[in-house]
């Protein structure tokens, strides 16, 4: 019967793995591109696991940007999962104070979306289920990195297969994906032309801070609207 | 890079972690415990993600060169209907083509 609802679980994440699985090869060969070893790539994937905020923190370790900002900027990235574990916290009264420590741990937008669900429909979210389902897809997202950054190892120079276009166009993708949230457009306009000016006029890790700082700024600053927004997720995202 | 460099970095990656973790238990902690966050710092706080990220890709758009200006305007126009998978495809094959066919 237990080892039914891990098997449930593991069916359930099977094709979210699949769909994750080219984004960990990436993750994993764009590492190495930002002169990580084999070993950092494998451990930021086995310690933060968060696709979106771990290509963040490559580009910006390449870009010498200080340390309080590549966390600032992971954190910033990963914050809807606040959301998540606020939200989750409903269905998983009934784990352990270990197995919500694991939980929360594997707490991906899939992993919340699935739960969610699961837990909306009245059905019991089982430890073991979340734990199978965590599990398919945490587990191959390593191994994916580990394969990225054999083969990154192994290009010789990046521009000549394309790959150093993908970060920036990887980035647009998330930012496109925020398109539904207040203010998005004036903060990315502001943030655009900010950072480029930061570029030419200051140089190269400080446009990060400052073209972020003045989006940020202006969003606080902006008339605030009523409605309770919903959490923006971030499609297919580990 | 030399060792204490490396450790350097696996220090940022370890607080990256223990950041990411926070905001994944930080939910069901404030639920148990803080009230309401101030709707102006919500605000702030919404937009960090967009802000950062546009800052990424805004100056490799305008300093990357025709090639990665050309893809990644390429890319943009398929990201307003389809999924980053595609974008990143698309945009790849482009860059492929202008540097292999475009004498760039």
């Not at chain 1, 394309?162 to 647009?172: A, H, K, N």
């Not at chain 2, 967009?50 to 990424?56: E, G, K, P, Q, S």
Request: proline share 5%; with cysteine; glycine share 10%.
């Amino acid at each position: 019967m237990i080892n039914d609802e891990f098997w449930q679980g593991v069916r359930r994440g099977f094709p979210i793995m699949l769909a994750a699985s080219p984004f960990g090869a990436l993750f994993g060969a764009l590492a190495i591109d930002n002169g990580f070893s084999i070993f950092d790539a494998v451990f930021m994937s086995v310690t933060v696991y968060a696709g979106a905020s771990q290509m963040v923190g490559i580009e910006l370790f390449n870009h010498n940007v200080q340390p309080w900002l590549i966390v600032l900027s992971v954190f910033a990235v990963n914050f809807r999962h606040i959301l998540y574990s606020a939200s989750l916290a409903r269905y998983i009264g009934h784990f352990s104070p270990l197995q919500k420590l694991v939980a929360f741990f594997l707490l991906t937008d899939p992993q919340y979306a699935e739960s969610e669900k699961k837990g909306e429909s009245g059905e019991t979210v089982s430890f073991i289920w979340y734990l199978g389902f965590g599990m398919i897809i945490y587990l191959p997202w390593q191994i994916m990195t580990l394969i990225g950054a054999i083969f990154g190892q192994m290009i010789g120079d990046p521009k000549a297969i394309g790959l150093d276009v993908l970060l920036p166009i990887y980035f647009m993708g998330l930012v496109l994906g925020f398109r539904r949230r207040d203010n998005w457009l004036p903060v990315v306009a502001v943030s655009a032309v900010v950072s480029v000016g930061a570029m030419h006029f200051v140089g190269s890790p400080w446009h990060v801070s400052i073209g972020a700082l003045a989006g940020v700024i202006l969003a606080a600053c902006l008339p605030l609207r009523t409605p309770p927004e919903e959490p923006v997720t971030l499609e297919h995202e580990v | 890079m030399g060792s204490s460099d490396h450790m350097h970095l696996v220090y940022i990656i370890l607080a990256a972690a223990v950041a990411t973790f926070i905001t994944r238990i930080g939910g069901y902690v404030m639920m148990t415990q803080m009230k309401r966050i101030p709707p102006r710092m919500e605000a702030a706080l919404n937009a960090v993600p967009a802000a950062v990220l546009t800052t990424l890709v805004a100056p490799a758009f305008v300093y990357g060169g025709w090639d990665v200006t050309t893809s990644m305007a390429v890319a943009f126009l398929v990201g307003l209907r389809f999924n980053s998978l595609w974008m990143l495809l698309v945009g790849w094959l482009v860059v492929m083509a202008l540097r292999h066919f475009g004498g760039f």
